[in-house]
């Protein structure tokens, strides 16, 4: 069974998301995907906010989403895009996909809310070819010792409230680790205000299957 059922979250997110989009999330989903061709992997796909932004040189998107309410707008979304999009149950940890079969893996604010990150990260590896890319857009744990804390803090409910999302994951460093090279990333604040925000910190980067 890959259903994983979070359903104020998944009638919370999309609005919160949109709100994030303006704010520049689309932004940053678009550069996510710059230059991204052949056949791509998409890991948590919600509801599908990235499927806009894939390019004409992509030639397939398999797009997994364990969510069904998410899942279903997922569906939607993939039949208003241009770029073929197939959306299907399946969880990160656990990919019913053959080895080396996809160009491109995408991880758009997701490692934050799977279980197991190190083994998502294993299998995403496994089924990219070799020289394929992982492309990701995450948040991660801060650099000071003060951010650290406040994470750490946040992170006894954030779960709770967000889908299982925690804020305070070394997923920039577990990428590193996991078989890839990283080829380039930026980190930043995201979303820009002075409230204080667990899940400010992000990176966005594209990394190479070794
Ligand atoms: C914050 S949302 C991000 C959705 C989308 N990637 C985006 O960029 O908007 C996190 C997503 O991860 C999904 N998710 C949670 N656990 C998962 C798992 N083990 N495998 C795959 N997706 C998972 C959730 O259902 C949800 O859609």
Redesign the pocket.
């Given at each position: 069974m890959?259903d994983?059922r979070?359903p104020i979250?998944?009638r919370l997110?999309p609005r919160l998301?949109a709100a994030s989009a303006k704010a520049g999330g689309d932004a940053y989903?678009a550069e996510l995907l710059d230059g991204t061709s052949g056949r791509v992997l998409?890991?948590?796909?919600?509801?599908?906010?990235?499927f806009p932004h894939y390019p004409a040189t992509v030639t397939e998107v398999v797009a997994?989403?364990?969510?069904p309410r998410?899942?279903a707008m997922?569906t939607h979304a993939a039949g208003r895009v241009s770029v073929p999009v197939s959306v299907r149950p399946?969880?990160?940890?656990s990919l019913d996909l053959d080895d080396a079969s996809f160009d491109v893996a995408?991880?758009?604010?997701?490692l934050?809310?799977?279980?197991?990150p190190v083994r998502?990260l294993s299998e995403m590896r496994r089924v990219l070819r070799p020289g394929g890319e992982l492309r990701y857009?995450e948040h991660v744990r801060g650099r000071t010792a003060r951010k650290i804390r406040f994470q750490r803090c946040a992170d006894l409910a954030w779960p709770l409230i967000?889908?299982?999302?925690h804020v305070s994951r070394r997923t920039d460093e577990w990428i590193a680790g996991s078989g890839f090279t990283v080829r380039a990333e930026r980190r930043f604040e995201f979303p820009p205000g002075r409230l204080p925000n667990p899940a400010s910190p992000h990176v966005i980067g594209v990394a190479v299957r070794d």
């Open positions: 890959t994983l979070h979250f998944a997110y998301d989903r998409e890991v948590g796909a919600g509801y599908g906010a990235n997994l989403e364990p969510e998410l899942r997922a399946g969880l990160a940890e995408v991880a758009s604010l997701v934050c809310s799977v279980s197991d998502a857009y967000a889908g299982g999302c």
